[in-house]
C-alpha cells in the first residue's frame, strides 16, 4: 500500500546540519561524546530505579521512566545522525522516515504528559502530604504511564492519519538530519498550508498546552509552599525554577517548530539539537542529580558494579 502511494520517492536524502567535511568530522565527534553520556547517564538513572528498592516510590518511578524515554528519543536519531556525518551516506528509506516520524510523536506525545503526571507528583506531595502515599499508589503510577504511552500513541497514529496517502513527486531533499512531518509536508505534491494548519493544530496546541498546564502547576506548588512556609520557599523555588528550565528547552523548540513549521532560517536545526542532545543530559542532571536520595543510591550502585566486577577479576589475575 505504501509503495502504490510513493511509486516516485523511494528514499529521501538528508541536507545534515552543513556540506563541509572537517564541520561535519567536529560535528560527528561533538554527538558522539553527547550521545555517550546520554546513554551513561540515562542507563545509570533507569537500572538505579529499577534494582535499588530505597528508590521503589512514586516520584523516582516517573523519573526513571522519564529517563527512559529521553534515551530512546535520542537513539532514534543521533545515532543516524552520527552514521552520516561519518560516512557522507545521507539517505534513508521512505519507511525508514515514516518509522522515525511515528516513533518521534509517540515518545515526543508521551514525553509530554509523564511530566505533566510528575508535576502532578509533586503537587500531591507538597500541596497533599499526608494523602500522597494512598493517592500516588502503585495503580496509579501504572495508570499515569500506561495513560503516557496511550495518549502518545493515538497522538503520532492521528498525526500520519493526515498524512500517510500524501504523493511525492518532487525532490526527495530534507533539509534536517531526521524526518519530522514539517519538512515529510513541504516536500508532497500538493498545497502545504492545509497540512500545516493540521501540524499546527495537532502538536503545536498540544505543546503549547501541556507547557502552560505545567507551568500553571510550580506556580500553584510555589504559592502553597509560601502559604505555609516562607522559609521552604527559596528552596522550593530553586528546585522548581531548575525544573522549570528543563521544560522550557523540551516545549520550547517544540511549540517553535509546530506552530511555526516552515521557519524562513534554519532554526529547526538548532532547536532538535538542542530536543536530541541537550536535553536529554540535563533531565537526569536536574531531576536525579540534585536529589540526596538519588545520588546515595547511584552511588551505591556504581559501588555495587565495581564490587562485582572486582570479584570477577581477581580469580582471572591469580591464575595468571
Known amino acids: ?4 502511494n510513493y511509486t516516485d520517492v523511494s528514499e529521501f536524502v538528508f541536507l545534515g546540519i552543513s556540506t563541509s567535511r572537517p564541520i561535519q568530522h567536529f560535528l560527528c565527534a561533538f554527538s558522539m561524546v553527547f550521545y555517550v553520556v546520554i546513554v551513561l547517564g540515562n542507563t545509570l538513572v533507569v537500572l538505579t530505579v529499577a534494582f535499588d528498592s530505597h528508590l521503589h516510590f512514586p516520584m523516582y518511578f516517573l523519573l ?27 539517505t534513508i528509506s521512505f519507511r525508514g522516515c515514516v518509522f522515525q516520524i511515528f516513533v518521534l510523536h509517540v515518545l515526543g506525545g508521551s514525553e509530554m504528559v509523564l511530566l505533566i503526571a510528575m508535576a502532578w507528583d509533586r503537587y500531591v506531595a507538597i500541596c497533599k502530604p499526608l494523602h500522597y502515599l494512598s493517592i500516588m499508589s502503585p495503580r496509579m503510577c ?13 497522538h ?9 496517502h500524501l504523493s511525492f513527486c518532487g525532490s526527495n531533499m530534507i533539509d534536517s538530519f531526521y524526518c519530522d512531518l514539517p519538512q515529510f509536508i513541504k516536500l508532497a505534491c500538493t498545497e502545504p498550508h492545509k497540512m500545516q494548519f493540521m501540524v499546527s493544530a ?27 512556609s516562607s522559609g521552604d520557599l527559596s528552596k522550593a523555588l530553586s528546585t522548581l525554577s531548575a525544573h522549570i528550565s528543563v521544560v ?23 532547536l532538535a539539537i538542542l530536543d536530541f542532545m541537550i536535553t536529554p543530559i540535563l533531565n537526569p542532571a536536574i531531576y536525579t542529580l540534585r536529589n540526596k536520595d538519588m545520588k546515595v543510591a547511584m552511588r551505591r550502585m556504581v559501588t555495587q558494579l565495581l564490587n562485582q566486577r572486582n570479584f ?5 589475575k591469580n591464575i595468571a
Open 1 to 4: 500500500m505504501l509503495n502504490a
Open 64 to 90: 526513571g521512566n522519564l529517563s527512559f524515554i529521553d534515551l530512546c528519543l535520542s537513539t532514534l536519531t543521533v545515532p543516524k545522525m552520527i552514521s552520516d556525518l561519518y560516512s557522507g551516506h545521507n
Open 248 to 270: 522550557v528547552l523540551f516545549f520550547g523548540p517544540c511549540i517553535i517548530v509546530y506552530m511555526w513549521p516552515f521557519p524562513t532560517v534554519p532554526v529547526d536545526k538548532f
Open 142 to 154: 501504572l495508570l499515569l504511564l500506561s495513560g503516557a504511552w496511550v495518549i502518545g500513541f493515538l
Open 202 to 228: 495537532n502538536s503545536g496546541f498540544i505543546s503549547v498546552g501541556t507547557f502552560f498546564l505545567l507551568i500553571i502547576s510550580y506556580i500553584v506548588i510555589l504559592l502553597t509552599v509560601r502559604k505555609h
Open 156 to 164: 503520532s497514529v492521528a498525526q500520519l492519519a493526515f498524512v500517510i
Open 312 to 316: 570477577f577479576i581477581q580469580p582471572i
